[in-house]
């Protein structure tokens, strides 16, 4: 039993002799990391034997009444497709998803565990489902257990395991693995120790080769790699209660997080590009690294230069019946700007779109009303300084707001923040052409408000994007009324 858990440093010192006497045997090298492996078992080896002990862990759950079924609940039912899911993101990131007939089996017991068999068998543990939380999660663990399967470190395992109880020089190695003394080693090696009383756990290398690779199917499946260390951190609160469980045989959560921070920027690599292929090596990979860093660094100096030729943005003004007209997959509609009324700031600009709301801004373009046809009728005071003149790339501004919801009669007040921010001067482009345009967000106590990309040649803005807690739309301008410039403010007409 503890000779089990002696195997794997008895091999670290063993594995530069064994790849010299075994080289034509026995020397391997893993996918990706390069990493030089004694095994001569692989999982097309291993396929009977996964097959075998899956049937008799089926068997022995279905006895047992814990064998999870679609048909037990809708709830189960939803939590097979989410792991079967990512399973299929996660298989097709590794590059695996064909070689190998996948099939996820939920087990209701309380072990933190999935088990990845070298026959494409997974085996989630419902123990498991609270500590990954949503699917980030799980595409942590399943990546991380999908990237055993890729390096092989099961047949490395039963390989390491045979030939630390055979003499390195007398031994059969093709023929060991059909001695049946070895037969016990196989189950342990699948991570399902606990079936015959003890375990073959993996090594720090394999360990770390699994997160590693992990990480990388984890990102290309489409989940942010971030994520991971989250999932890592729950995974190290939580004690494991029995000595098969996941964390009794997974590295101390201080070095997983100080490796995963390390790999991050690779795999943040296939985050933001899914369509790159996996690398063939770590220097593939370091390349491709080195390539994102000068895309990133020309990107930023590309975007220096657009904000410096950025014009002077001063708050426009329009000429009476100033029209526009915007998009959006809920519809569209022409805005005109139909009269000036008195308001607390002087004369304000009301336009008018085509299903009857009313905006009220002042003279500087900040929002002081909303009115629907229905009645409907918010008031800021002050106004909403959606924009603050000149705009200028990095210009933040702030200030308290009081609004007047009213309503069928009723009326509601609160006191809150509205805040803004220039964060980019760069092209947009619109049903109504390509605008160079500054994004200008803004939000509302403390929420995403309303993104605006104003167009000084427009003298609006040309995009805007609302927020709300249902999702967000955006709009487009279609079209404008183009007039020349300079135009008459219509306060002063
Ligand atoms: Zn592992």
């Given at each position: 039993m503890n000779r089990a858990h002696t195997v794997p440093r008895l091999l670290r010192r063993a594995t530069a002799a064994a790849c010299f006497l075994l080289v034509a045997v026995a020397c391997v090298t893993v996918a990706i990391t390069g990493r030089s492996q004694v095994r001569w078992i692989s999982n097309v080896d291993l396929a009977p034997d996964a097959d075998r002990?899956?049937?008799?862990?089926?068997?022995?759950?279905?006895?047992?009444?814990?064998?999870?079924?679609?048909?037990?609940?809708?709830?189960?039912?939803?939590?097979?497709?989410?792991?079967?899911?990512?399973?299929?993101?996660?298989?097709?990131?590794?590059?695996?998803?064909?070689?190998?007939?996948?099939?996820?089996?939920?087990?209701?017991?309380r072990h933190v565990n999935a088990?990845?068999?070298?026959?494409?068998?997974?085996?989630?543990?419902?123990?498991?489902?609270?500590?990954?939380?949503?699917?980030?999660?799980?595409?942590?663990?399943?990546?991380?257990?999908?990237?055993h399967l890729v390096a092989e470190h099961q047949g490395e395992r039963l390989s390491q395991a045979i030939l630390a109880e055979a003499t390195l020089q007398t031994v059969n190695l093709v023929l060991a693995l059909a001695n049946v003394r070895y037969?016990?080693?196989?189950?342990?090696?699948?991570?399902?120790?606990?079936?015959?009383?003890?375990?073959l756990p993996s090594n720090r290398e394999q360990e770390s080769e699994a997160d590693r690779?992990?990480?990388?199917?984890?990102?290309?499946?489409?989940?942010?790699?971030?994520?991971?260390?989250?999932?890592?951190?729950?995974?190290?609160?939580?004690?494991?209660?029995?000595?098969?469980?996941?964390?009794?045989?997974?590295?101390?959560?201080?070095?997983?997080?100080?490796?995963?921070?390390?790999?991050?920027p690779d795999a943040n690599l296939y985050f933001a590009n899914r369509s790159l292929p996996l690398p063939r090596d770590l220097g593939e990979l370091a390349r491709l690294r080195e390539a994102e860093q000068q895309r990133i660094a020309e990107a930023r100096r590309a975007r220096e230069r657009r904000i410096a030729m950025a014009p002077l943005a001063t708050v426009p003004t329009f000429p009476k019946g100033y029209w526009f007209?915007?998009?959006?997959?809920?519809?569209?509609?022409?805005?005109?700007?139909?009269?000036?009324?008195?308001?607390?700031?002087?004369?304000?600009?009301?336009?008018?779109?085509?299903?009857?709301?009313?905006?009220?801004?002042?003279?500087?373009?900040?929002?002081?009303?909303?009115?629907?046809?229905?009645?409907?009728?918010?008031?800021?005071?002050?106004?909403?300084?959606?924009?603050q003149w000149p705009l200028k790339v990095g210009d933040t501004w702030s200030h308290p707001v009081r609004f007047v919801l009213a309503r069928g009669g009723t009326q509601q007040e609160g006191r809150t923040q509205f805040a803004g921010e220039v964060v980019d001067y760069d092209s947009v482009k619109t049903g109504a052409g390509e605008f160079l345009a500054f994004h200008v967000r803004t939000t509302f106590a403390g929420r995403p408000f309303k993104d605006f990309w104003y167009a000084p040649e427009a003298r609006t803005y040309i995009k805007l994007t609302e927020h709300s807690p249902s999702g967000a739309v955006t709009f487009e301008v279609v079209n404008f009324q183009r007039t020349p410039e300079p135009s008459t403010p219509l306060s002063r007409e």
């Open positions: 002990l899956f049937a008799a862990v089926l068997a022995d759950a279905s006895s047992r009444g814990i064998l999870v079924s679609r048909s037990d609940s809708t709830a189960d039912a939803r939590t097979i497709e989410t792991i079967e899911r990512v399973v299929a993101k996660i298989t097709e990131a590794a590059d695996v998803s064909s070689r190998y007939r996948w099939d996820v089996t939920l087990v209701r017991a088990v990845v068999l070298p026959n494409g068998r997974i085996i989630v543990f419902a123990g498991l489902l609270p500590l990954a939380q949503n699917e980030a999660g799980l595409a942590a663990v399943l990546g991380h257990e999908v990237a037969r016990p080693l196989v189950g342990a090696a699948f991570g399902l120790g606990a079936q015959f009383g003890f375990l690779l992990g990480l990388l199917f984890m990102a290309r499946a489409g989940y942010d790699p971030a994520e991971a260390l989250a999932f890592w951190r729950r995974m190290a609160a939580h004690e494991g209660s029995g000595p098969w469980e996941f964390v009794s045989t997974h590295p101390s959560y201080a070095t997983r997080e100080a490796q995963i921070r390390q790999w991050l007209e915007f998009g959006s997959p809920l519809g569209g509609g022409r805005y005109v700007l139909e009269r000036t009324e008195a308001c607390d700031q002087g004369t304000c600009n009301v336009f008018v779109a085509s299903n009857g709301i009313e905006h009220v801004y002042t003279a500087d373009y900040a929002e002081a009303q909303y009115r629907s046809p229905q009645g409907t009728v918010i008031r800021y005071d002050p106004p909403l300084r959606l924009f």
